[in-house]
């Protein structure tokens, strides 16, 4: 099965429980320029509220890409991540994730068209804590080019 519009609506996950290091938070922090205050220093985020260090608002990537990249592992979808482009990402946060949160990712399908010769993909990833709360959502959207074309 190519990834056509028959894939809307196919869930994938949830996948493994993942729990949040404050030093991978920290380094991601610092990676992507968001690295003050409650991201990386323990007494700023107990000041401001929170158990321990909170994630940058685009941490979810690192949770939420993998269930994207799971359609790359269905044999009967065939997807070549080397014809993939990122294209977009949006968050929608019920409240920060946390050092020491464990969430798991359950990813659907959530759109498949065809723009200008590619196919655009769109992914939701739906991030759960250990008592099954939402934590966020995260909307992906892939261009994959058809194999064979070249940038």
């Not at 399908?109 to 200008?116: E, G, I, N, P, T």
């Not at 010769?117 to 990833?125: E, K, P, Y």
Request: proline share 7%; charged share 20%; with cysteine.
């Amino acid at each position: 099965m190519p990834v056509t519009a028959e894939l809307i609506g196919r869930v994938f996950g949830p996948g493994p429980a993942v729990t949040v290091d404050a030093e991978h938070l920290i380094a991601f922090a610092r990676a992507v320029g968001y690295d003050d205050g409650p991201t990386v220093d323990p007494a700023a985020a107990r000041e401001a509220g929170f158990d321990g260090i909170i994630a940058a608002p685009t941490y979810a990537i690192a949770l939420t890409l993998d269930g994207a990249a799971e359609l790359s592992r269905d044999p009967e979808i065939g997807l070549d991540f080397s014809h993939v482009v990122h294209s977009d990402q949006r968050f929608e946060y019920v409240r920060p994730i946390t050092a020491g949160d464990t969430l798991t990712v359950r990813t659907t399908v959530q759109d498949v068209k065809s723009l200008a010769g590619n196919t655009v993909l769109t992914v939701q990833g739906d991030v759960r804590d250990a008592a099954g709360q939402s934590v966020c959502t995260a909307w992906t959207t892939l261009v994959i080019r058809p194999v064979g074309q070249e940038p």
